[in-house]
């Protein structure tokens, strides 16, 4: 099966549907492999934002998992600097080509809006956020209102 | 279209035994069948029973959906009017049941070198005689896949306690060949999980997530491509469903024939070298013409192994002909003993290169800490984080 068909056929059903997490799903004009979407977290300290998630399909998707990173800075235990995060429906032993975009952006979702502290990737943001919550949420949000981008109207 | 049919004729009033021949049309239905033998033996039809694939068949049954070859026997009986054969089901119930079992399987053939439909035969397990009746109808796959699970009467050997013994041939070219128990016909043509494609062939492992051909062996080839396969006993290594979150797994390598002959052998060996890995006295050849995985013997060990396969000797633990494990100038091993660390379970040296210390081994499937390089434990959650 063509990569190009099910990708297709994926970016109209998230454009379409409706779900107010997500929004400006949109691919690269030459390029239907490479996405951005903008995702729109619902819990503080991150609902003042929207952050933007760079998505690349590889050639022989759907078998084998997209990467997916943030191309927006955001202040999280589980997201490291470059963007990165684990998530587990998309590494190479999990992925199941059965798996849509759209639950692999409400998984980073609830990730984001649920952060998992004791699977960190940024010990320090961890730590913060476990025994001084308070400063995790200050810093956080500061730091939302200084890199995110504006939620759309 | 006609074509020969051969018969063998018992006749319980006679004791006599005889081999027939008959050219008929593929159209028509036993009961004319029966009149043609009438006419060749002067036994009255309405006294012969016809006896194939385990069961008594009903008049009205076609001839071609027999799916009989030139080499297939069919059994007719001329019973005691005393012992006529007991038929308890009825006649509707019957036919059904005739083009099920004739025709819902599908199977990998070698010779076809594909997914073909395939046919169910029984034998008598004793004589291997096609003469049998069974007394109970296979309810599921266990009841053909095992042996002595169904109870036969057999008209050959008429020997006590006797079973079935079931197998499966390729409706194209008549081969024994496998039954693919994870393939099934898409009555309903439901949509491919993978493409939503509509294909009239799917894969389902029993969970109804249905997935079709193309992506089912595309699948295969891209899990064999980084061998993620999982090692599930007593399946040994093999895939889960596609769909996400189901954790069935098929149940039976046959499937993996659909990668192509190469891609299957490349999965039996990867697949045998991953087993010899973990068992502590398993090791592979390191020779580049040979591979084999085997079993040392634990007996007076001098830590060098010799292939059975090619008679290779070698060391065990730098796999070097002439052992490099006490040099220390081999510079990869300095640089791989440098920056990676040894997995606790297998042994396979493992580089870090980012994210959190918690390891999956890809080679064994252990969850690790690369930080203090024992099993994933509470305490490596909360304090080895870097």
Same mark, same amino acid.
């Given at each position: 099966?063509?990569a190009?068909r099910r990708?297709?056929?994926e970016l109209?059903?998230?454009k379409n549907?409706?779900v107010k ?5 949109e ?8 996405w951005?979407?903008l995702l729109?977290p619902?819990k ?11 998505i690349?399909?590889p050639?022989?998707?759907p078998?084998?998992?997209p ?6 800075k ?7 600097e470059e ?6 429906i998309?590494?190479?032993e ?7 975009t759209?639950q692999v952006?409400?998984a980073l979702?609830?990730?984001i809006?649920?952060?998992e502290?004791?699977?960190?990737i940024?010990a320090?943001?961890a ?8 400063k995790?949420?200050?810093?956080a949000?500061?730091?939302?209102r200084k890199?995110?981008?504006?939620r759309?109207? | 279209?006609?074509d020969?049919?051969?018969i063998?004729?018992?006749d ?5 035994r005889r081999?027939?021949?008959i050219?008929?049309n593929k159209?028509v ?7 043609n033998v009438?006419? /060749?033996?002067?036994i %009255?039809?309405d006294? /012969?029973?016809?006896v194939?694939?385990?069961k008594?068949l009903?008049?009205?049954t076609?001839m ?6 030139p080499?297939?026997q069919?059994?007719? /009986?001329?019973?005691n009017?005393?012992?006529k054969?007991s038929?308890?089901?009825?006649i509707e119930?019957?036919l059904q049941?005739d083009? @099920?079992?004739l025709g @819902?399987f599908y199977v990998?053939?070698?010779?076809? &070198?594909g997914v073909?439909r395939?046919?169910l035969?029984v034998?008598?397990q004793?004589c291997?005689?096609?003469?049998v009746l069974?007394? @109970?109808?296979p309810?599921n796959w266990?009841?053909v896949?095992?042996?002595?699970r169904?109870?036969v009467?057999c008209e050959?050997?008429c020997? =006590? &306690?006797l ?5 499966f +041939?390729c ?5 024994? !060949? ?5 393939v099934?016909?898409n009555?309903q ?9 509509k ?6 492992l029993? *969970?109804?997530?249905?997935?079709c051909q193309?992506?089912? +062996?595309d699948?295969l080839l891209?899990?064999l &491509?980084n061998?993620?396969?999982i090692?599930?006993?007593p399946?040994g290594?093999?895939?889960?469903? %596609? ?5 069935r797994v ?6 993996f024939?659909?990668?192509?002959q @190469?891609s299957y052998? $490349?999965?039996?060996r990867?697949?045998?070298e991953r087993l010899i890995?973990?068992?502590d006295?398993?090791?592979?050849c390191?020779?580049?013409s040979?591979?084999q995985s ?6 007076d060990?001098?830590?060098?192994s010799?292939c %059975? $396969?090619?008679f ?8 070097e002909? $002439?052992?490099?494990?006490?040099? $220390?100038?081999?510079?990869?091993r ?7 660390r040894?997995c =606790?379970?297998?042994?396979? !040296?493992?580089?870090r290169?980012g994210?959190?210390s918690?390891?999956h081994c890809?080679?064994c499937?252990?969850?690790?800490c690369f930080?203090c390089?024992?099993e994933?434990k509470e305490? *490596?959650q ?5």
């Amino acid at each position: 099966m063509s990569a190009t068909r099910r990708l297709q056929k994926e970016l109209g059903d998230l454009k379409n549907c409706g779900v107010k997490a997500y929004e400006n799903v949109e691919c690269e004009e030459t390029n239907l492999l490479k996405w951005t979407v903008l995702l729109l977290p619902d819990k503080e300290p991150y609902n003042k934002g929207a952050f933007k998630v760079g998505i690349t399909f590889p050639v022989d998707y759907p078998f084998k998992p997209p990467k997916v990173a943030f191309e927006t800075k955001i202040y999280h235990p589980n997201v490291d600097e470059e963007g990165k995060f684990c998530l587990p429906i998309v590494t190479a032993e999990n992925w199941k080509p059965a798996t849509k975009t759209e639950q692999v952006m409400m998984a980073l979702l609830s990730l984001i809006n649920e952060p998992e502290p004791s699977h960190p990737i940024r010990a320090d943001v961890a730590e913060e956020f476990q025994k001084d919550h308070k400063k995790f949420m200050k810093t956080a949000e500061e730091h939302t209102r200084k890199h995110s981008e504006k939620r759309p109207e | 279209m006609s074509d020969a049919v051969t018969i063998i004729l018992q006749d319980r009033k006679t004791g006599q035994r005889r081999n027939l021949s008959i050219k008929v049309n593929k159209e028509v239905n036993i009961a004319e069948l029966a009149k043609n033998v009438e006419r /060749l033996t002067q036994i %009255p039809s309405d006294e /012969l029973e016809v006896v194939f694939c385990g069961k008594k068949l009903s008049k009205s049954t076609v001839m071609k959906d027999l799916s009989l070859t030139p080499a297939t026997q069919l059994m007719f /009986l001329r019973s005691n009017n005393n012992s006529k054969l007991s038929t308890k089901a009825p006649i509707e119930q019957r036919l059904q049941t005739d083009s @099920s079992i004739l025709g @819902s399987f599908y199977v990998w053939c070698k010779t076809c &070198d594909g997914v073909k439909r395939g046919k169910l035969r029984v034998y008598c397990q004793n004589c291997s005689s096609t003469s049998v009746l069974v007394k @109970s109808e296979p309810q599921n796959w266990i009841d053909v896949l095992k042996s002595k699970r169904i109870p036969v009467t057999c008209e050959d050997c008429c020997l =006590p &306690d006797l079973f079935a013994e079931f197998k499966f +041939k390729c409706l194209t070219c008549n081969d024994l !060949a496998a039954a693919l128990t994870h393939v099934r016909g898409n009555w309903q043509l439901e949509e491919c999980c993978v493409c939503d494609g509509k294909e009239k062939i799917v894969f389902d492992l029993g *969970c109804n997530h249905i997935s079709c051909q193309d992506c089912f +062996k595309d699948y295969l080839l891209s899990t064999l &491509d980084n061998f993620n396969f999982i090692n599930k006993p007593p399946y040994g290594f093999t895939i889960s469903c %596609p769909y996400p979150g189901c954790n069935r797994v098929v149940q039976d390598v046959h499937h993996f024939h659909l990668m192509g002959q @190469s891609s299957y052998s $490349d999965y039996q060996r990867k697949a045998t070298e991953r087993l010899i890995a973990i068992d502590d006295e398993g090791v592979t050849c390191p020779n580049v013409s040979c591979g084999q995985s085997f079993f040392w013997e634990p007996y007076d060990d001098d830590g060098r192994s010799q292939c %059975p $396969d090619c008679f290779y000797t070698f060391c065990r633990k730098c796999t070097e002909k $002439d052992c490099v494990c006490q040099s $220390d100038d081999d510079l990869t091993r300095t640089t791989i003993d440098a920056t990676t660390r040894r997995c =606790p379970n297998c042994n396979v !040296a493992t580089e870090r290169n980012g994210g959190c210390s918690h390891i999956h081994c890809t080679s064994c499937g252990l969850d690790w800490c690369f930080k203090c390089v024992t099993e994933w434990k509470e305490e *490596c959650q909360w304090d080895h984080w870097f």
